[in-house]
């Protein structure tokens, strides 16, 4: 089945910045859309970003429109998330997922396969 690796997070402050990576092994990443989702303490899990196959297509919630920047890079099978300005209500753990088809969607159930998570704390 092969899986979804994240990796970038960590503790940073308020106005700060971090780029997180979602490396995937033992499948195919770069033939279906990839989207990023974080889950806050309490909450449930939100939509953050999406990127389609071929990277032309992008989706973004609200909160991160203009601070974070999803990508990827298919000759080594990963995607990334850019995230700027944060702020601590940006706090959670962020899961890479991998989509059905090659269109990012905004629900969970767009997705097929979802990495561990990684934890992103940003101070005031």
């Known amino acids: 089945q092969g899986q979804l690796v994240e990796s970038g997070g960590g503790l940073v402050q308020a106005g700060g910045s971090l780029r997180l990576s979602c490396a995937a092994s033992?499948?195919?990443?770069?033939?279906?859309?990839v989207g990023w989702f974080r889950q806050a303490p309490g909450k449930e899990r939100e939509f953050v970003a999406g990127i389609s196959r071929s990277g032309f297509n992008t989706l973004y919630a609200e909160s991160g429109r203009g601070r974070f920047t999803i990508s990827r890079d298919n000759a080594n099978n990963t995607a990334f998330l850019q995230m700027n300005n944060l702020n601590p209500e940006d706090t959670a753990v962020y899961y890479c997922a991998q989509g059905f088809s090659t269109l990012p969607g905004l629900m969970s159930n767009n997705y097929v396969s979802w990495g561990q998570g990684t934890q992103v704390t940003v101070s005031s």
């Open positions: 033992g499948r195919t990443l770069s033939n279906y859309a």
